[in-house]
């Protein structure tokens, strides 16, 4: 892949972004979502590139979002996998809430790790954390690791997990163990890739959240140089056969980093309300103010983006 692709497919994320942002805090998170869609697929469609959505908005055919095994792109250059999220946490953003953003995770065809819309469960932390972390170890166990690669004690980390009612052990155990909590109603994607960022407040993401943000997550830590692995956890018969339907055999499987994204990905995103990695779409008199990240696995070079956009020179927004 070109590496001046992601740089071109930030241009997407923001698009999105601007769009959504139009909707915060105004209840209608389809409107929302409807809107970043739209603004993604026009930015997508002008990048050369022959790019293949493999995780999606929508089924297949849903033209209302964009949907899995929809061609985006104008056809040139490398056949590409195409993962995105137009907005993530479309309810956050319509609530007004932290951390939504928009992203695209790009590899080589065949490169990106397919699956259905169902949950994963997700241990992610920054490069300290590289060969430290294990999913099939305790949360404990994984804390004195990763304080002790860190050099601080387990009392100063601080671990995100979504504020749901299957994390209630999750939650009683870490605790116990000594960490902190940042609980989180939405958006672990942002929090999971805030976990490879030395001045964010977050160490490690732990729980079951969207196997989709699993994936995305994955191809950003990987770009950062980070840990990460997963499990999926279908919620009923009809997600487990989905599953096995993508060619996901095995469901007890512990999914690495090289197994979630390919060795060469790219990955772009920017932020819609402000969070845990990016800040928030900020609007003036005739424009408006994005914060947006680039990241490329093969150099591990990450790119934060301050934008300014006149929408007299961008009507569409």
Partial sequence: MERTLALEVVRATEAAALAAARFIGKGDERMADRAAC????KTLN????DGKIVIGEGKEGDAEFLYEGEIVGTGAGTEIDVALDAIEGPIICATGGPNALSCVALA??????????TYMDKVACGPAGRGVIDIDRSPTDNLKALAEAKKVYVEDLRVAILDRPRHEKLINEVRRAGAGIKMISAGDLSAAIATTRPESEIDMLIGIGGAHQG??????IRSAGGEMQCRFMPRNGEEAEACLAMGIMDLKHRYTLEELAGENVMFAATG??????????RFFS?????????????????????AIHHF???PEY
């Fill in 215 to 220: 994936v995305l997550a994955g191809a950003a």
């Fill in 286 to 306: 005739g424009g408006a103010m994005t914060n947006s990240v680039v990241m490329r696995s093969k150099t591990r070079t990450i790119r934060f983006i301050e």
């Fill in 272 to 281: 819609v309300t402000t969070g845990d990695y990016l800040r928030g779409v």
């Fill in 38 to 41: 739209d603004a993604m697929r």
């Fill in 312 to 314: 007299d020179f961008k």
């Fill in 46 to 49: 002008s990048v050369a590139m």
């Fill in 108 to 117: 080589e065809r065949g490169r990106i790790l397919r699956c259905p819309d």
